[in-house]
Each structure stands twice: as structure tokens, then as C-alpha cells.
């Protein structure tokens, strides 16, 4: 079993539509979760940080973190068609630590 | 400021040849990592550096594997001999040691292709 999954998708909606992304673990000593998107092409970007357990707001991007689940979630509102790309979900027991990353998702937001 | 910068962008070989990549972290980073990225999969670590000593090598195929930092800046990684099974991008990212110590900063990687 991963220590951490993700469904690649691929995912495909509507200009406008509100997208919800996944990711389930298994270690229950990650304290930090982060989401990165990646553009084809090109290296991971970080999107959105969260310690513990809670959400995260950062404009048109909310990261929710429930850690008795061991379930984190990423939601796009409005989601553009600059925003396809591929959604990688990452792990940490520690700051500076090596991230455990997801499988990726790939979105695809049609005009 | 500048970002992570990694070369050759593109590198096709044989199987049994060697290769090396080349990585200039963001000026003042402390910290440098190595990610193997396969097809379809998220990155996996292979190297972490603070500075110039090894923090984590736990998943570097270390037969065929090496990597390092001269000086704690640039950074190198070769594999001698190549598998078929190593191609792959390879992605070097950094973070520095302050506030925000969290964020690795990615480079564009270098797309191997093992023959």
C-alpha cells in the first residue's frame, strides 16, 4: 500500500465549476500537507500549505486537512482554463523533511 | 529572484551508458533535494542536502547512483550505468533555512531517456 494515494484522473470540467481534489495517507506521523500543481513541461509549483489539521483560504483555492480521516482535499471555485494542469498532494513529518508526493491529478478546465 | 536552474533540459542514452545533471539552486538555499519523477507518478526523493553533508539518501540506488555538492551550492547527480528503467525526469528543487523553511522551490527538471 502507498503511503499515499491519489486518483490521476484525468479530470475534465467546465470554465466556471468548482473542483474538488483528493488525496488519502496512510502514516498518521504527517503533520504537513501541501498541495503543488505542474505544468506540463515544468517542475512543481507549491499552491497551498497547511499544518495539522484545518483549512486553508488563498483566493479562489481552499485546502482542507482532516487528519482523523487522514483525508486532505483541495477545492478550485471558478476554476479557469489556466488552471489545467496536474495537482500533486505532498506529506511531511517535518518542516525540512522529504515531502511524500501523490500520484497527481490531472485537470483539465474547458472553455 | 532567479529560480532553481538544472541542465541539460533533454538527455536520450543507451542503456549501460552514464549520464550526469547539473543543479543551481536559488542563491542562499541551504537545503537541495533530488526527485526521480516517472511517468504518471508523483516525485520521489532521492537526495537531500543541507549544505554540503547528506541529510537523506535512503532511497538512492547507490550501486548505480551518485550525487554531490561541492562547496554547498551546485549540486550533480550521475548514474553509471544507466537501466532502462531509470528513465525519468529528474527534478532538483532547494529551500533556504528561514521563515518559510517549508517551501521547496522545484527546477524544470531533465527528461532522461534510456534506450
Known amino acids: 500500500q502507498k503511503e499515499v494515494e491519489q486518483d490521476p484522473g484525468p479530470l475534465s470540467v467546465p470554465e466556471g465549476a468548482i473542483v474538488s481534489l483528493n488525496c488519502t495517507y496512510s502514516?498518521?506521523?504527517?503533520?504537513?500537507f501541501m498541495w503543488y500543481r505542474q505544468y506540463s513541461r515544468k517542475g512543481p509549483e507549491l499552491l497551498m500549505y497547511?499544518?495539522?489539521?484545518g483549512n486553508k483560504e488563498d483566493g479562489r483555492f481552499t485546502a482542507q486537512v482532516d487528519k482523523s480521516s487522514k483525508y486532505i482535499s483541495l477545492f478550485i471555485r471558478d476554476s479557469q482554463p489556466s488552471d489545467s494542469a496536474t495537482y500533486l498532494c505532498?506529506?511531511?513529518?517535518?518542516?525540512?523533511?522529504?515531502?511524500?508526493f501523490g500520484q497527481g491529478t490531472t485537470l483539465q478546465v474547458k472553455p | 529572484e532567479a529560480g532553481v536552474a538544472q541542465s541539460p533540459r533533454y538527455k536520450i542514452i543507451e542503456k549501460r551508458q552514464s549520464v550526469a545533471f547539473w543543479c543551481n539552486p536559488i542563491?542562499?538555499?541551504?537545503?537541495l533535494y533530488w526527485y526521480q519523477q516517472i511517468l504518471g507518478q508523483g516525485p520521489k526523493l532521492l537526495i537531500q542536502?543541507?549544505?554540503?553533508?547528506?541529510?537523506?539518501d535512503s532511497q538512492l540506488p547507490k550501486d548505480r547512483f551518485s550525487a554531490e555538492r561541492l562547496k554547498g551550492v551546485d549540486s550533480t547527480l550521475k548514474i553509471q550505468p544507466a537501466k532502462l528503467e531509470d528513465s525519468a525526469v529528474y527534478l532538483c528543487?532547494?529551500?533556504?533555512?528561514?521563515?518559510?523553511?517549508?517551501?521547496?522551490?522545484f527546477g524544470p527538471g531533465t527528461r532522461l531517456t534510456v534506450l
Open positions: 542563491s542562499g538555499h541551504a537545503t
Open positions: 528543487a532547494s529551500s533556504h533555512s528561514g521563515v518559510g523553511k517549508y517551501e521547496q522551490f
Open positions: 502514516n498518521s506521523a504527517f503533520q504537513y
Open positions: 497547511t499544518y495539522s489539521s
Open positions: 505532498a506529506m511531511s513529518r517535518s518542516n525540512t523533511g522529504k515531502l511524500i
Open positions: 542536502f543541507q549544505n554540503n553533508g547528506v541529510v537523506d
